[in-house]
Each structure stands twice: as C-alpha cells, then as structure tokens.
T-cell receptor, first 115, second 114 residues
Framework: AQKVTQAQTEISVVEKEDVTLDCVYE???????LFWYKQPPSGELVFLIR??????QNEISGRYSWNFQKSTSSFNFTITASQVVDSAVYFC????????????FGTGTRLQVTL | DVKVTQSSRYLVKRTGEKVFLECVQD?????MFWYRQDPGLGLRLIYF???????EKGDIPEGYSVSREKKERFSLILESASTNQTSMYLC?????????????FGQGTRLTVV
C-alpha cells in the first residue's frame, strides 16, 4: 500500500516569512517518484518538482527548495521570503514505477500569505 | 505544451441520471487518471488506465466506471448519479518515461447533482 501524509491542513504566514510544508510518504517499493503540485485559487494544478528515489540531492529553485530524506520518508518543501502570490493549496504526491502504477496524493496544505 | 482537456467546466445533473465526463490528452501519454477533489480530503483516485482498454480501480471506485477506447481519451461514467457525487473531478495523464513521469491535469469539472 502507498500513502502520503500532509499533516498541516492550513498554514498562515505574513509576507517575507519562511514557511515549510511537510510531506511524509509510505511505500515498500525502493523505486518511486515524489512530486509537489500547487493549486492556486484558479483551481488548475501546477507541477512544481519531481524527485526519484535514487536522488536524495536537495533542490533549490529561486525561493523554493525541497528536502528529500529517505531515512525519514519525507519530502518537505520550503518557501523562502513568502509572497502573497504563494497563497495556494500545495499537494505532495507519490508514484511507484512500473505498469499500472497509482499516483497517490496527500490531502494538501492550504498556505495563506498575508501582507 | 502538454494539454489535458476536460469536456465541461461545470455540470448540473439530476439524481439518477447517467453522467459522462470526458478527458482528452494530446501528449501520447500511456497513463490517465480520474480524481475527485473534496474539501479536506485532497485528491482521491477513482480509476486509472495504463493502456487502451486497460483500467484499474483506485481508492474510491464505487458508483463509477471508466472507458478508454482510444489512447488519448479517458471517460468517467456515473451510472446513476447521486448527490454524494457532487464534487470537483480532475483528469490527469502522465508517461512511463522516467524523465516525464509528472502528471498534467485538466482544468477540472465541477459536477453538481441535484
């Protein structure tokens, strides 16, 4: 069975604060992919990043960074110097490799950034 | 650009009606997925398909069926719509190719069953 847990339902921060969104996953497979998606108020899901299970290197893209740790089955997402435009629901997802693989999402974290 | 298109943005149907939600992708992706999104529950997988005519149940298949007669098209069918199927429905597709596994989503169909 595979599962993704995003324990933070909602987070509110003031603009320019840093914020970390947590994601914990469960799988018995050794090969898999992890993803983060953003869903702004317009509703369409936007892909942010993909990580495969063999690549534990952290990644930084502008104000966004991702910390992948297999030892704790976590794939956390940090936004540095948050902005109002970062307000959205963020989803973490897990995909096993091979045919007939489910793409499983967490329940999402709603981030509210205020002035 | 990858494009996943859902046939309707908004639908209102009556209880007991048979409802078809259509999804088309233009990137020759092998996999296609149907999710429903409800507040506090995230995206829950209804069905997915990894090839033409092949389908697998997701986590909440009850009350739904699917059809994939062509690679680019994946239909979700509500055999007899009920009010508890009022929800946002999202279609997605992705590829088996290791460097292209991210899923791309349609704009969603907000279905209301009255």
């Amino acid at each position: 069975a595979q599962k993704v847990t995003q324990a933070q339902t909602e987070i509110s921060v003031v603009e320019k604060e840093d914020v970390t969104l947590d994601c914990v996953y469960e799988t018995r497979d050794t090969t898999y992919y992890l993803f983060w998606y953003k869903q702004p108020p317009s509703g369409e899901l936007v892909f942010l990043i993909r990580r495969n299970s063999f690549d534990e290197q952290n990644e930084i893209s502008g104000r966004y960074s991702w910390n992948f740790q297999k030892s704790t089955s976590s794939f956390n997402f940090t936004i540095t110097a948050s902005q109002v435009v970062d307000s959205a629901v963020y989803f973490c997802a897990l995909l096993l490799t091979g045919t007939a693989s489910k793409l499983t999402f967490g329940t999402g974290t709603r981030l509210q950034v205020t002035l | 650009d990858v494009k996943v298109t859902q046939s309707s943005r908004y639908l209102v149907k009556r209880t007991g009606e048979k409802v078809f939600l259509e999804c088309v992708q233009d990137m020759d992706h092998e996999n296609m997925f149907w999710y429903r999104q409800d507040p506090g529950l995230g995206l829950r997988l209804i069905y997915f398909s990894y090839d033409v005519k092949m389908k697998e149940k997701g986590d909440i298949p009850e009350g739904y069926s699917v059809s994939r007669e062509k690679k680019e098209r994946f239909s979700l069918i509500l055999e007899s719509a009920s009010t508890n199927q009022t929800s946002m429905y999202l279609c997605a597709s992705n590829s088996f190719t290791p460097m292209n596994t991210e899923a791309f989503f349609g704009q969603g169909t907000r279905l209301t069953v009255v």
